[in-house]
Each structure stands twice: as structure tokens, then as C-alpha cells.
């Protein structure tokens, strides 16, 4: 049983038991190797689960220091923080929040060591390195390419500013199998290792794609064996959208049905506005019970509500034609959605939907004028 014809659309619908599912895997690889594994916030921040996951994982990462608060304050567990360039005036706050803190560059670490120090409380410090090898090709989603400001090369390393520095992190994948964290641990491994030596931990970032049906766990654990007995470093993953990817759903209904050319269908929710990785990715998101187009005998373009031409989710085909007030569930829509939602020509934001095992299910969140309204002036 879920609860697909008797939400509120749009809606996200996040589904516990495959949540759990997830966090199931994710936790027998930190107890066969001791591993520690953290939920990166950026992809997913519904802190309604947030107790759930906490049984589970070791704690949060963070990009920002609101991220940060969120993982203290709602999950508990460690905290870690990364960001490109903190700002002096958070720095206080983010040293009284966080368990671990990557630096970008030595001289970030530089001036906010004493800060950091001063705090008064036991706050582990590393640096974010670049690798200068990654297999990703999109540069949006590369942090290795030429000129790339995310982490420290090893030619800008000075071993003098390590002074201090617990820990190496680096983050040069995404939705990845374990065969490119092999290659990418041996190009570290290679360049970094007379620094690993002097390290406690190395945090192996995003990325890691666990949770899809062909991962290789095994290469992943061989990969975290290898730190730990090399170096004696404990290792930390922290995965965004492997702790909830295919855990999610958006409901939507059908608003018109029109053509040009083509049959055409306006949704009520918006690829600008719900689920803009679908424009920037780009991507075509899973339709339940949908199929390419010409697939099935009715093909249609799904586009939202909003005046942006480009709006537009994507070409499938159903064996039905569409009409106003028919459901239609996309998938895998847990993960860079509710982070990413906008309010973009007025547009109302998703309600947030929490599917239970027992088929019953709780509207967590629902939004209106005054969320639109409160962030403008
Ligand atoms: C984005 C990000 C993650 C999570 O990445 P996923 O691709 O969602 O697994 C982890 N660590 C850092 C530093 C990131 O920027």
C-alpha cells in the first residue's frame, strides 16, 4: 500500500522502508570494517528522518554553517563541515558546532587555526586535496578540471602549514562505482602518502554510488581496508545521494492536456522550480509506469506550470492517454530535490509527504503564500 492517490500533489513522497533498506546496507559496511559513514546534507536535509537515519550512520556532513546546526540540532552523531571559504563572522559558531573541520586550502587553515584552537573544544582539522584525477566528464560536476578551486594540489601542499592538520579529504566523484574509488586511492596514495603517514583519518567525500543494485561493495571495502592498514587512518565516506537514492517520489497530477505538433501535458509541478537538477543535470527522471517515447501508444511531453519555456520534465509515453486530474509519480526523488526547490514565478513548493512501513502515512510539511512571501521584501 503508499499513499500515491491520496497525497496533496505535488508532493514528495519519501518511502521509510526503503529508506531503511539503505541505511541497512550502509551500516553492515561500517561494521565489517570500522569505517564511519556520514549523510551529506546537500543532497538530502529532511530532518523528519533525521532521528531514523542517526540510528544507522555516524552523523552529518555539512557544506554551510546552517547545514551544520541542522545536523547538530536534528541528527546528533558527529558533525563535519566543509566549505570552499568559511567566513570570519561564522567561524565562531561553526567551531561550536562541529566535530570536524576541512579546510579548502593551508591558508584558510592558517587563519583560523588559533580561532579554531581557542574554542576550547576538541575539533579535528583537515584539508581537502585535490587529486588532479577524477573520472568524471561534465565540468559542472568535475572538481579536478583545470583551474578548479575545489582543494589543494599536491605542488601547492606546504608540509610546513600541515601544522596541526589531522586529516586529508578529497571529493572527486560522483554517482560512482567502487572501481573508480580504487583508481582514484591509488593516484592519492601515490601522491599523498608521505603526508597519510602523519594523518588520524582520510574522509574519501561523496560520490559513492552504494546503494545501486550494481555496486561492488567489495571493491569499496578493499579500498577502506587498505587506508586503515597502510596508514592506520581511520576512514570516513559521506555519501549524499547514496544513503536515499531510489527512496523518493514526486506526485504530481495533470492540469491540461494540449498539442503543437505533438500531444503536450502541463503538470503541476515544475522541473525550474521542484526538481531543477532535471535542467542542469540534465536528466530525464524515472516515470512509474511510464516508457520512452513511442514506447507505449500516447506519447507527451510533460511540462510544468511555470512561463519558462524550458520547463519541461521530459518526452514519455503511456499506454493510456492522459487527462486532466490523472496522477503521475516520478522516481528517485529524494535526493537534490527538496534541498533545490524554488519559488520561482510563485509557484507553491511540494508538500513533504513521509511514507511508513505500515502503510499508513504523515503529511510532514505543507507550504503557502507566506513561505513564498517570507523571502522576499
Ligand atoms: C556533494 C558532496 C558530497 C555528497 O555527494 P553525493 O554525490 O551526493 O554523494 C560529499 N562531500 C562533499 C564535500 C560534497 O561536496
Known amino acids: 500500500m503508499n499513499c500515491f492517490d491520496q497525497v496533496p500533489t505535488p508532493s514528495f513522497v519519501v518511502d521509510e522502508g526503503l529508506l531503511k533498506r539503505n541505511l541497512e546496507l550502509l551500516q553492515s559496511i561500517q561494521q565489517r570494517t570500522g569505517c564511519k559513514i556520514l549523510l551529506a546534507q546537500k543532497a538530502f536535509s529532511m530532518y523528519r528522518v533525521y532521528p531514523l537515519i542517526g540510528r544507522y550512520l555516524a552523523g552529518t556532513t555539512a557544506s554551510s554553517l546552517f547545514e551544520a546546526r541542522l545536523g547538530r540540532e536534528e541528527m546528533g552523531g558527529e558533525v563535519h563541515i566543509y566549505s570552499p571559504a568559511y567566513r570570519e563572522d561564522e567561524m565562531d559558531q561553526i567551531a561550536s558546532i562541529c566535530d570536524h573541520i576541512v579546510f579548502n586550502s593551508p591558508s584558510q587553515w592558517m587563519r583560523f587555526r588559533n580561532q579554531i584552537q581557542a574554542s576550547g573544544r576538541s575539533i579535528s582539522c583537515g584539508i581537502r586535496i585535490n587529486p588532479e584525477y ?13 583551474g578548479s578551486r575545489m582543494g589543494t594540489t599536491l605542488a601547492h601542499l606546504d608540509p610546513a602549514q600541515m601544522e596541526g592538520i589531522e586529516g586529508l579529504h578529497f571529493h572527486t566523484m560522483c554517482e560512482q562505482n567502487s572501481d573508480t574509488l580504487a583508481r582514484t586511492i591509488q593516484v592519492v596514495d601515490e601522491k599523498f602518502g608521505h603526508l597519510l603517514q602523519h594523518m588520524k583519518w582520510i574522509n574519501f567525500g561523496g560520490g559513492h554510488h552504494i546503494t545501486r543494485s550494481d555496486y561492488d561493495v567489495e571493491c569499496l571495502i578493499r579500498s577502506i581496508t587498505f587506508m586503515q592498514e ?84 521530459g518526452d514519455y509515453s503511456f499506454p493510456h492517454p492522459l487527462k486532466p486530474g490523472d496522477r503521475l509519480v516520478f522516481g528517485d526523488m529524494a535526493l537534490y530535490t527538496m534541498v533545490k526547490t524554488n519559488t520561482f514565478n510563485g509557484v507553491n513548493l511540494p508538500s513533504i509527504v513521509l511514507q511508513h512501513e505500515d502503510g499508513s502515512f504523515e503529511i510532514v510539511k505543507q507550504f503557502g503564500y507566506e513561505d513564498f512571501k517570507s523571502r522576499l521584501s
Not at 522541473?271 to 527522471?285: G, I, K, N, S, T
Not at 507505449?296 to 510533460?302: K, N
Open 230 to 313: 597502510k596508514y592506520g587512518l581511520q576512514v570516513y565516506l559521506e555519501p549524499g545521494e547514496g544513503v536515499v537514492l531510489n527512496t523518493g517520489f514526486l506526485v504530481t497530477s495533470v492540469l491540461d492536456t494540449l498539442q503543437n505538433g505533438m500531444d503536450l501535458a502541463i503538470v503541476d509541478t515544475s522541473a525550474a522550480c521542484h526538481m531543477p537538477d532535471v535542467l542542469e543535470m540534465p536528466y530525464r527522471p524515472p516515470l512509474l509506469g511510464s516508457g520512452d517515447p513511442d514506447e507505449y501508444p500516447y506519447t507527451y511531453r510533460l511540462g510544468g506550470p511555470t512561463c519558462l519555456a524550458g520547463d519541461i520534465i
Open 134 to 146: 577524477s573520472e568524471i566528464e561534465t565540468d559542472l560536476y568535475n572538481p579536478c578540471f583545470t
